[in-house]
T-cell receptor, first 114, second 116 residues
Framework: AQKVTQAQTEISVVEKEDVTLDCVYE???????LFWYKQPPSGELVFLIR??????QNEISGRYSWNFQKSTSSFNFTITASQVVDSAVYFC???????????FGAGTRLTVKP | DGGITQSPKYLFRKEGQNVTLSCEQN?????MYWYRQDPGQGLRLIYY???????QKGDIAEGYSVSREKKESFPLTVTSAQKNPTAFYLC???????????????FGQGTRLTVV
């Protein structure tokens, strides 16, 4: 069974603060793939990043960074110097090696106030 | 432009009626998916299809049906057997791949279904 847990339902920060969104996953697969998506108010999910389980190197893309820790089954997402445009619901997702179905967490609603 | 088109954006259904949500993609993707989104519950998988004329149930398939007669199209029917159909429905597509090709899914803009 595969499961993704995003324990933070809602987070509110003031612009320019750093914020970390947590994601913990469960899977029996030895090879798997993790994803982060952003859902702005328009509703469409926007792909942010994919991480393969055999690659634990952390990644930075502009103000976004991701910390993958296989030992704790976590794939956390940090936004540095948050902006109002970062306000959205963020989803973490998991896909197993032999599966083409993607399982999502419940999402974290991030509100960045000016 | 390539992408996924869901229609309509808003849909109202009377109790006891079946209703069909449209999903079309021109990305030449083999795999297509339907998810349901409820507040606080994230996205739950209803059905997915990896190839034409084949599809598999997801976690919450009861009360729903799908067809995949064409690669580009994956319509979802919400039947009267679905007890609580009011939700936001998202369609997605991806290439079919394994290993390092494990693909991300691309999403449509969703259909908000309300039972009146």
């Amino acid at each position: 069974a595969q499961k993704v847990t995003q324990a933070q339902t809602e987070i509110s920060v003031v612009e320019k603060e750093d914020v970390t969104l947590d994601c913990v996953y469960e899977t029996r697969d030895t090879t798997y793939y993790l994803f982060w998506y952003k859902q702005p108010p328009s509703g469409e999910l926007v792909f942010l990043i994919r991480r393969n389980s055999f690659d634990e190197q952390n990644e930075i893309s502009g103000r976004y960074s991701w910390n993958f820790q296989k030992s704790t089954s976590s794939f956390n997402f940090t936004i540095t110097a948050s902006q109002v445009v970062d306000s959205a619901v963020y989803f973490c997702a998991l896909r197993g090696y032999n599966n083409n179905d993607m399982r999502f967490g419940a999402g974290t609603r991030l509100t960045v106030k000016p | 432009d390539g992408g996924i088109t869901q229609s309509p954006k808003y849909l109202f259904r009377k109790e006891g009626q079946n209703v069909t949500l449209s999903c079309e993609q021109n990305l030449n993707h083999d795999a297509m998916y339907w998810y349901r989104q409820d507040p606080g519950q994230g996205l739950r998988l209803i059905y997915y299809s990896q190839i034409v004329n084949d599809f598999q149930k997801g976690d919450i398939a009861e009360g729903y049906s799908v067809s995949r007669e064409k690669k580009e199209s994956f319509p979802l029917t919400v039947t009267s057997a679905q007890k609580n159909p009011t939700a936001f429905y998202l369609c997605a597509s991806s290439i079919v791949g394994r290993g390092v090709l494990s693909p991300e899914a691309f999403f449509g803009q969703g259909t908000r279904l309300t039972v009146v």
